[in-house]
């Protein structure tokens, strides 16, 4: 990273900056750190990959900002507990995230050439967005990224259950809680839906005999397939929002 400065703010935590007009960032060591302490043979492929990761993205920080690339993702709560506590000493760095439902979070998330990379407190502050104002603007460029539901939701009868399939961003469409009323209502408001993983939605009518039972069973088996699993929970819809189930 020429012409950039990197400062030792504490122990595996630090402050990288481009230069003059460039990008900065937080860089916490402490996931690195545990995976080397785990596997030290594989300790220098997994430095050397973490930090041109993080080159890269401080480069791209620097980037003139599409406010149409903030969108938001759908993430294991678990998950986000683990980033929030691997910079729990820098609240500035701390993603910008709520609970959804279940054990289930949405994050907003910056789409840059390379990676996604999660939008933090110092993002906000330097974009002067409030959490609420960004997570508006995230769901309004969702939407229109995200084909349309009467484009994707086949749910012709004599079939268990469904699936829709895409992008990274195609599990955030349990966000889309509104376009989901029609589905519910031709299911007579049984409606079944679950994000194994983020490319994958799968839904299905629960007044089928033996659907929720085979659905549950389909999606534990999606969640140990997918590149990037979220979760094996079956969620419900109701007028309020995603209900949980227990597991099937």
């Known amino acids: 990273m020429s012409g950039a ?3 030792v703010k504490e122990p595996l935590t630090l402050e990288l900056a481009a230069g003059k007009g460039g990008g900065h960032a937080v860089a916490s060591l402490d996931r690195i750190w545990r995976f080397c302490a785990a596997n030290r043979a594989r300790c220098p492929n997994a430095v050397q990959g973490y930090v041109a990761n993080t080159s890269s993205a401080l480069e791209e920080s620097a980037l003139p900002i599409d406010r149409t690339k903030f969108l938001p993702v759908v993430r294991p709560s678990a998950y986000i507990a683990q980033l929030d506590q691997d910079v729990a000493a820098n609240p500035a760095a701390q993603p910008v995230a709520r609970p959804l439902a279940g054990d289930l979070s949405l994050a907003i998330v910056r789409d840059e050439p390379r990676k996604l990379r999660f939008l933090n407190a110092r993002d906000l502050e330097d974009l002067a967005l409030t959490p609420d104002g960004v997570m508006a603007l995230a769901m309004r460029n969702i939407t229109a990224a995200l084909r349309p539901m009467d484009a994707v939701a086949h749910d012709a009868p004599g079939q268990a259950f469904f699936y829709i399939e895409g992008d990274d961003y195609e599990s955030s469409r349990i966000l889309l809680h509104e376009e989901w009323a029609q589905v519910a209502k031709r299911m007579g408001g049984e409606l079944l839906l679950a994000v194994p993983g983020s490319r994958l939605v ?23 397939r997918s590149e990037r699993p979220i979760s094996a929970t079956l969620f419900k819809w109701t007028p309020e929002g995603w209900e949980p189930l227990p597991p099937w």
């Open 5 to 7: 400065t990197v400062t």
């Open 202 to 224: 799968i839904y299905g009518d629960a007044r089928r005999p033996g659907m929720p039972q085979a659905m549950a069973s389909f999606v534990r088996d999606a969640v140990k």
